[in-house]
């Protein structure tokens, strides 16, 4: 298998290399290149690089994505389990006790499942920074401008 430091396989390796399932590499949070080793170092902290195959995690960027999408799904969830318990007649400092606990423990259990998601998808895709070309007609050579302001 060739590699360069920033990830890139040739094509040949690559399509061995996808039969790992994004989707089952996000909600085993397993590594999205082999699907052996688990990505996070801890309870959310992304490891530098997957045990197993060596893959450079640091160029996945998650952004803000996944803590979006879990407030709006478990947002609703929550208003969910909130009014069936509502409906049961418990006391408020139990609904409190009781919905609080979900949504501590459902978001950071959601929170790592999406983010391992959009990890896999990124590199299932092969998403990255975007890159502008300019081809620069007195030189003959092409540009290529990273982080421009």
Same mark, same amino acid.
């Given at each position: 298998?060739?590699?360069?430091k920033t990830n890139?396989?040739?094509?040949? !390796?690559? $399509?061995? @290399?996808?039969?790992?399932?994004?989707?089952?590499?996000? %909600?085993?949070?397993?590594?999205p290149r082999c $699907?052996?080793?688990?990505?996070?170092?801890?309870? @959310?902290?992304?490891?530098?690089?997957?045990?197993?195959?060596?893959? !450079?995690?640091?160029?996945?960027?998650?952004?803000? $994505?996944?803590?979006?999408?879990?407030?709006?799904? %478990?947002?609703?969830?929550?208003?969910?389990?909130?009014?069936?318990?509502?409906?049961?007649?418990?006391?408020?400092?139990? @609904?409190?006790?009781?919905?609080?606990?979900?949504?501590? $423990?459902?978001s950071i259990w959601?929170? =790592?499942?999406?983010?391992? @998601?959009?990890?896999?998808?990124?590199?299932?895709?092969?998403?990255?920074?975007?890159? =502008?070309?300019? !081809?620069?007609? !007195?030189?003959?050579?092409?540009?290529?401008? =990273?982080?421009?302001?």
């Amino acid at each position: 298998m060739t590699k360069d430091k920033t990830n890139k396989i040739s094509e040949t !390796d690559q $399509g061995q @290399l996808r039969s790992v399932s994004p989707y089952k590499a996000g %909600l085993f949070c397993l590594c999205p290149r082999c $699907g052996e080793a688990p990505i996070y170092d801890g309870l @959310l902290d992304v490891k530098e690089h997957c045990e197993h195959c060596d893959y !450079d995690f640091s160029a996945a960027d998650t952004g803000d $994505g996944a803590q979006v999408f879990v407030i709006l799904v %478990l947002g609703v969830i929550s208003v969910l389990v909130g009014v069936f318990l509502f409906s049961l007649g418990l006391p408020q400092w139990a @609904l409190l006790l009781i919905l609080i606990s979900f949504v501590i $423990g459902g978001s950071i259990w959601m929170l =790592r499942i999406f983010k391992a @998601l959009f990890i896999a998808l990124q590199y299932y895709h092969d998403a990255g920074q975007a890159v =502008r070309v300019v !081809d620069d007609a !007195d030189t003959k050579e092409k540009t290529d401008i =990273r982080n421009e302001d």
